[in-house]
């Protein structure tokens, strides 16, 4: 128990760091991987490697920062498409394309909150859902308060699957698990709980337009719930036969299309009519171009056999003490790689010059070098407490004082 006590010292690190002395994750991170350092040195000292702390230490950081690379190349093309849509004027025609589609603000609100920001959490992740929603809910005369809570409430029952899959990478690289086997299992898990949160989103909703004459009861708990089937019903269809890149965002796709029909038609009067131009002279099928050149690029790549297997045949792979530490990357088959074409393309189709993708893209990484220092760091830690030891002790101690109720505790 002692050693379990000594291992979960930097984890603790990082934890009281942040919640308590509120400092930022790259800090708290390179804190937190100082600490680990020191357990492993004098606890911990990589038995499985003979006691070689030179050897366990950079093998753990070559695996910390391999890893780093794969998921920066997601959030780099991720943040280029945001940074791009908000130059090229493709921002202002979504925000008036949603606003047009019903007379009633509650209902459009709704549409951003869940579908839009679980579309953007599907596409970018990392933020991205919550930056762009909670503006457009501020547009549609929600206090900014209310916008901000409405967009983190909305995209959180996508985060398993944000960012084309990018929390899966680590779970199928930790248990070397079908992707398809843990998307579908993982899926089906978040349904069970899911389907409340739009129905919460829209109680928000109804306080947030006070002015608006009041939806039945009946009506405001079966618009929440039919925005959950509508989203989860493809979100789990997608996860269970296709894999974990593009539940969250099919669904989100799939099951805005069918609420937006269902609003229409649920409308008292007939919405008003919806210019296909917005203002910034941009079609809504332009400003969606990236998401949905995403989306046709993740299908084809994950259901056409010949090609799946001819993208995933090229891999860059390594490995150090016989394969203890490893790694391995598929360029052409990465969901990173996927994006970056989507933001050459989706550029194309909204006649971004050149000047202007290359500034988004550039932008993109400039904002990526605190995030990859963090990433890199808690990573780092993570690595050097798994080959050192420190996760089996907490486990074994955790499996000797709960037993069979650890699981519900993990």
Known sequence: MTDALIAVLPIAAVLMLMLVARWPAVRAGLAGLLVALLVAVLVFPFEALDNDLVLGIAG???????????????????????RLQTTTGAVDALRTGLSELSHDPRLTALVVAWFFALLLEGAAGFGTS??????????????????????????????????????IVPLMAASGLDPVEISASAALQVALVGWTVPMVVSVLL????????????????????????????????????????????????????????????QSAREPATTDPEAPSGMSLARAMAPYLILVALVLATRLIGPLQEALQSIAITWE???????????????????LFIAFLLGALAQRANAARAVEALTGAGKTLVPV????????????????AGMVDAIAAAAADALGGAWPVLA
């Open 130 to 167: 919550a930056a762009l929603a909670a503006p457009f809910l501020m547009a549609l005369g929600m206090s900014p308060v209310a916008a901000v809570t409405a967009a983190m409430l909305g995209h959180i029952v996508g985060v398993t699957f944000g960012a084309v899959g990018t929390p």
């Open 372 to 387: 990859a220092a963090a990433l890199i760091a808690m990573l780092g830690l993570a690595r050097i407490m798994v080959h």
């Open 206 to 265: 109804a306080r947030a337009y006070p002015d608006q004459q009041p939806h039945p009861g009946w009506l405001r708990w079966g618009l929440g719930f039919g925005a959950a089937l509508a989203f989860l019903v493809p979100f789990v269809l997608i996860a269970r036969f296709v894999g974990p890149e593009l539940p969250t965002l099919g669904g989100a796709i799939v099951g805005g299309a069918v609420f937006i029909v269902l609003i229409r038609r």
């Open 60 to 82: 753990s950081f070559g695996e910390a920062v391999f890893t780093a690379l794969t998921i920066l190349w997601i959030i780099l093309p991720a943040l280029a498409i945001y």
């Open 320 to 338: 150090l003490a016989d394969g203890i530490f490893s790694g391995t990357f598929e360029p052409f088959y990465h969901p990173g790689t996927m």
